[in-house]
């Protein structure tokens, strides 16, 4: 698998991962209004899924239809139709692409509910790996709080129900997220995860993702004023393997 | 059967499974004692003809039966039929969809079939969905992975019926050719009989490379429809007596 940048794409994609209540959106919003304000080409992947896709996934969810397999084969779809539809076309058109969360989500969650990982990451073999991913590692104890104390209302996949953990929804999702957090630590090195401490202050990991952005993407190629280049005539970035620079 | 004097119900004989590839978690293959039989072929091959006569001569031998075919899941049948209609998706998301509306009949109806000993029929498996995308140009290794959650049926008939014939059937039928039979996706040709010739001879030409990795029993459905079924019962027999 390969970035957009080895595939000479003009754009450049950066994914934020990490459990829910790790921080992850609050760093990207901020990251993004960053971008913004540099006046930069930028797209915020809000997940539009065509109504077709997203209506079959929540009849699903509503009815508790799915499988492991089907679960993961729905996300793969409505992963693609945004990827097809949305992403592919912004990078191609010079957009810095922001996600918040990528293809690891699914591998972690799918994986979690006993689907073989080749077989999951075989679905996904479509889609090219970003070219910068934050994951926000937290006390897993510190994400549940986030959580639980925010919106008490879990629903079942998200609880993890269907895995028959726990018939305590809460107790539930407390060992399904303890089980998707090992899948990301696993896969930190392989996809490359510029991993951030989530304890920190909000304004110290932000400055940590800046400075990381800035250090690896020719930024000022983004700017709106700016012509768009030739994709291949320049790589903006040359990413040598086994840096990986940890805060 | 002692006292079933003059009942010939052959009870079927239990033949190794396997999927074709990581299968789906947690099923035990050992359980599945019914039949799983797909027949594949073209609109027009012949194919629910044939499984209607099945079903009947089934029946009749006592056999419980079930059938499936595409797009009729529960999860995503309406959808997919409505995503069809509107050509409104790209090619590896449709393909997804097409997989899951397979994947969710394969652990809701086939599989519990199986297990409470029935005989499946299918109208259509993998193979149609796979040959559709190759030749879109998708990629065979992830098609392969994809579909890698399928059970290996008992057997695969393939109806093959040259595209000249298809033609004078969809004719004689509906009085017109479908957009997605005759791959007008692919703009092979603005004329849609140029499109659904050159198409279909793509197709029949791609499922003969599947059988090489699948091994179809290739049926010449050119014939009338009795004697394609007598020749299908006489291989069904075969495989039920586990030959």
Known sequence: MKTFAELNFPGRLIAVEGLDGSGKSTQIYLLKRWLELQDLKVYFSEWNSSELVKSATSKGKKRELLTPTTFSLIHATDFADRYERHLVPLLRAGYLVLCDRYIFTAFGRDVTRGCPPEWVRGLYSFAALPDLTFFFKSDLEVSLKRILDGRPQLKYFEAGMDLRLSTDPYESFRIFQGRILEQYLAMSTEFNFLVMDANQLVEKQQAIVRDLVAKRIDLARFHRAKQPRVPASSSPRRKGKGEEPVP | ?243
């Open chain 2, 1 to 243: 059967m002692k006292n079933a004097i003059k009942n010939q119900i052959v009870v079927p004989h239990r033949s190794p499974r396997r999927f074709y590839g990581h299968g789906i978690p947690g099923v035990d293959l050992e359980q599945l004692a019914g039949k799983l039989i797909v027949v594949e072929g073209s609109d027009g091959s012949g194919r629910s003809t044939q499984i209607k006569l099945l079903v009947e001569w089934m029946e009749g031998t006592g056999h419980a039966t079930v059938q499936v075919g595409l797009k009729r899941s529960t999860l995503v049948s309406e959808e997919l039929e409505q995503a069809q209609q509107g050509n409104i998706l790209s090619r590896t998301t449709l393909s997804l969809f097409y997989a899951t509306d397979f994947a969710d009949q394969l652990e809701n109806i086939i599989l519990p079939a199986l297990k409470a000993g029935f005989v499946v029929l299918a109208d259509r498996y993998i193979y149609t969905l796979m040959a559709r995308d190759m030749v879109r140009g998708m990629d065979e290794g992830w098609l392969k992975n994809l579909y890698g959650v399928a059970l290996e049926p008992d057997v695969v008939f393939y109806l093959n019926v040259l595209p000249e014939e298809l033609v004078q059937r969809s004719f004689a039928k509906n009085a017109s050719l479908d957009y997605w039979e005759s791959g007008m996706d692919l703009g092979l040709s603005r004329d849609m009989f140029d499109s659904f010739m050159k198409y279909q001879t793509t197709m029949q030409a791609t499922f003969r490379r599947l059988q090489a990795s699948y091994g179809f029993t290739i049926v010449n459905g050119m014939r009338s429809g009795e004697v394609v079924n007598a020749e299908l019962r006489k291989k069904i027999g075969v495989v039920m007596a586990g030959k």
